[in-house]
């Protein structure tokens, strides 16, 4: 039985993020959005750890944190390390399963008309080729439309490693005609909202991946309230079973995997690797 046939499938996520610096730095402020949300549709975290060490190959140390969860639900977890001397690094070690029948996440009727999920961002600002875009996929049928939303952006775009960054908008990476799954997922969101439709950037993991993903929710109506069904315009796909959401937002800005502050000379460099493995599959 391959993951995408399965009724339940259980995955283990180890990723690492690794800072090396010039020099030692101190007060290390950082904003960690990799720890998978607790509950998302019929994805569940059952055990998680991450833990902070100095230096190469470094024991865990204890340094001071709180853990929350920000305006979308999402878990975000907040370091600060007194000094570096020269290498930090967070390592997350997390247990997940999902189970076909609890379906996608499901949102109040309201959430079709949230305002955060309609209206642009900076990174998703439409322009006249998205809203041409949005015009040729308009359907009746909100599913249909997005399907076709998805596979329109899909064509859009080379896949280009490096071609773009964190700050590439939508309309920048499309007059490049070129980029990577966050910006496929932003130009997706950015014909999604044009279209009236709701929608919300997902980060997360793809396995046979050696990096983050990208893919978008888009929120449509299911009998009294809303679903948020997931597509992956990278890949020209729905989302399934091969997919582990961590965090969802508005836009890339909202939760980028790592982010922070310190104080000392410029010239930082951050590594990250991670394996996501399947350990049961039924």
């Given at each position: 039985m391959g993951i995408e046939d399965a009724e339940r499938v259980t995955y283990r996520v180890e990723q690492t993020f690794r800072y090396s610096y010039d020099s030692p730095v101190t007060a290390v402020r950082q904003r960690l959005v990799c720890v998978p949300r607790a509950r998302h549709g019929d994805q569940s975290r059952r055990r998680h750890r991450l833990s902070v060490h100095l230096g190469d190959g470094g024991p865990a140390v204890r340094v001071?944190?709180?853990?929350?969860?920000?305006?979308?639900?999402?878990?975000?977890?907040?370091?600060?390390?007194?000094?570096?001397?020269?290498?930090?690094?967070?390592?997350?070690?997390?247990?997940?399963?999902?189970?076909?029948?609890?379906?996608?996440?499901?949102?109040?009727?309201?959430?079709?008309?949230?305002?955060?999920?309609?209206?642009?961002?900076?990174?998703?600002?439409?322009?006249?080729?998205?809203?041409?875009?949005?015009?040729?996929?308009?359907?009746?049928?909100?599913?249909?439309?997005?399907?076709?939303?998805?596979?329109?952006?899909?064509?859009?775009?080379?896949?280009?490693?490096?071609?773009?960054?964190?700050?590439?908008?939508?309309?920048?990476?499309?007059?490049?005609?070129?980029?990577?799954?966050?910006?496929?997922?932003?130009?997706?969101?950015?014909?999604?909202?044009?279209?009236?439709?709701?929608?919300?950037?997902?980060?997360?993991?793809?396995?046979g991946e050696g990096a983050s993903h990208a893919w978008v929710e888009a929120v449509v109506p299911s009998g009294d309230g809303a679903v948020a069904l997931a597509f992956d315009p990278c890949n020209d796909r729905r989302a399934g079973f091969s997919y582990v959401t961590v965090a969802t937002g508005r836009d890339y800005a909202d939760i980028p995997p790592t982010s922070g502050t310190y104080v000392g000379a410029p010239g930082g460099q951050l590594v990250s690797t991670q394996t996501v493995r399947v350990l049961d599959c039924g």
């Open positions: 001071p944190r709180r853990s929350d969860r920000d305006r979308a639900g999402n878990s975000v977890l907040r370091v600060l390390v007194p000094a570096v001397a020269s290498t930090l690094s967070f390592r997350l070690v997390a247990e997940l399963s999902r189970v076909r029948a609890e379906g996608p996440p499901r949102l109040p009727e309201s959430a079709l008309r949230d305002p955060r999920l309609l209206l642009p961002t900076r990174l998703t600002a439409p322009d006249d080729r998205v809203r041409e875009l949005a015009a040729t996929c308009a359907s009746a049928d909100p599913v249909s439309a997005v399907e076709a939303i998805n596979h329109a952006v899909r064509q859009t775009l080379v896949y280009r490693p490096g071609a773009t960054g964190v700050t590439t908008t939508a309309v920048q990476a499309l007059t490049l005609g070129a980029g990577v799954c966050q910006d496929y997922a932003h130009i997706m969101l950015a014909v999604c909202r044009a279209a009236g439709i709701a929608a919300r950037y997902v980060s997360g993991h793809l396995i």
